[in-house]
Structure formats: structure tokens, C-alpha cells
T-cell receptor
Framework: GIQVEQSPPDLILQEGANSTLRCNFS?????LQWFHQNPWGQLINLFY???GTKQNGRLSATTVATERYSLLYISSSQTTDSGVYFC?????????FGTGTRLTIIP | KAGVTQTPRYLIKTRGQQVTLSCSPI?????VSWYQQTPGQGLQFLFE???????NKGNFPGRFSGRQFSNSRSEMNVSTLELGDSALYLC?????????????FGEGSWLTVV
């Protein structure tokens, strides 16, 4: 099956800092999505981004499908950005999740 | 528009028992999928239903089963519970729209097996 790896696994930043999270996948995929899992366990959809670049406020994402990676940028981090960020790829009609990046924003 | 609703939110079961979890998708969404999340294995796909038919199934034993009703609500059942079944079970609904096949998750059901 497809392998989806995220880096870094853990990231601790001061409030106001910028960060870049990476997602690498081992095969061509139909689509890619980024999610944020809050401390209560709910996964919130951030971006549906099979290719190209999208921006939503302080967050933006870029997927380079030909090179099999995606990046999530978070600017001016806030404590509410803390949590685990997952990328997930649609491969063979199934959604396969990456290993996640745990982001901790310190006030 | 109401989100994906999962019940119960928290439950504790004993080894050997069975459990049924329920999921109500977003109105108009016909695809419902289930995932298991554990610290050791991460998020793993269980199965997906569309219009009452199971379209895909993950690599889980036959103790894990599910179904979807005509109103798109879905249930999953785990029989003969094992300690390793303790996990967060997440349900998601999706709809193919102009922005693609965006998936929305419920808040999950936290299952503890003792």
C-alpha cells in the first residue's frame, strides 16, 4: 500500500512564529487533504489540495503532485493552533493518513 | 447545517462484550466512512458505505462490521471486544462537490475496553 510520512513528528514554537509541515507520499494519489485534530479528538478539514496552492487566513498549503509532497504553512502561530496535523491521501478509493505532526505553541 | 454526529461519545466495555456505535452524516452526504485511531497504529481506515452498500474495507478482522441505512445513518459493531480495541472511533461523511471530495469528521466515540 501507499506510505504517507509527515515531518517533523513534533514541533514546539513560541507564539507568533511561523512553521512549515511536510507530507511525503510514495505513489500518485487522487487527492490530498490536511486536517487539524484538536485536543478533544475532532478532525477539522483545513484544505482539499490535490495540487497547487491554497490559502485560508494564516494557513496555506502547497501540493506538488509530480514530486509527491505537500507542505502546510502556518504563519503568526497562536496557541489555538496547537494540536496534531495530519495529511491524508486518497489512494485506491481509501483515505490513508500520515503519521501526523504534533504542534505545540507556547504563549 | 448540522455536522457529523456520533453517539455515544464515551463508553467503557468489558472484554468479550460487543459494542455498537452510531453515526449520522451531514444532510445530503451519502458516503460514510469509519476510522480507528490508536496511539500505536495512528488513524486506520475501517470501511466505507455509500447508498447502503459497503464500497471499501480496511484490514480489520471480521469482528468489525458495519452497515448503512436508507437515511445514510451508519452503525459499526465490534463483537468479542479485546483490550486492543480501545481507541477513538471516528466517522466521516463526504460529498463530491465543486471543491472535490471533501471529508468531514464527527467528534468521535472514545471506547475503553477493560
Amino acid at each position: 500500500g501507499i506510505q504517507v510520512e509527515q515531518s517533523p513528528p513534533d514541533l514546539i514554537l513560541q507564539e507568533g512564529a511561523n512553521s512549515t509541515l511536510r507530507c511525503n507520499f510514495s505513489d500518485s494519489v487522487n487527492n490530498l487533504q490536511w486536517f487539524h485534530q484538536n485536543p478533544w479528538g475532532q478532525l477539522i478539514n483545513l484544505f482539499y489540495i490535490p495540487s497547487g496552492t491554497k490559502q485560508n487566513g494564516r494557513l496555506s498549503a502547497t501540493t506538488v503532485a509530480t514530486e509527491r509532497y505537500s507542505l502546510l504553512y502556518i504563519s503568526s502561530s497562536q496557541t489555538t493552533d496547537s494540536g496534531v496535523y495530519f495529511c491524508a491521501v486518497e489512494y485506491g478509493e481509501k483515505l490513508t493518513f500520515g503519521t501526523g505532526t504534533r504542534l505545540t505553541i507556547i504563549p | 447545517k448540522a455536522g457529523v454526529t456520533q453517539t455515544p461519545r464515551y463508553l467503557i466495555k468489558t472484554r468479550g462484550q460487543q459494542v455498537t456505535l452510531s453515526c449520522s452524516p451531514i444532510s445530503g452526504h451519502r458516503s460514510v466512512s469509519w476510522y480507528q485511531q490508536t496511539p500505536g497504529q495512528g488513524l486506520q481506515f475501517l470501511f466505507e458505505y455509500f447508498s447502503e452498500t459497503q464500497r471499501n474495507k480496511g484490514n480489520f478482522p471480521g469482528r468489525f462490521s458495519g452497515r448503512q441505512f436508507s437515511n445514510s445513518r451508519s452503525e459499526m459493531n465490534v463483537s468479542t471486544l479485546e483490550l486492543g480495541d480501545s481507541a477513538l472511533y471516528l466517522c466521516a461523511s463526504s460529498h463530491l462537490g465543486p471543491s472535490g471530495n471533501t471529508i468531514y469528521f464527527g467528534e468521535g466515540s472514545w471506547l475503553t475496553v477493560v
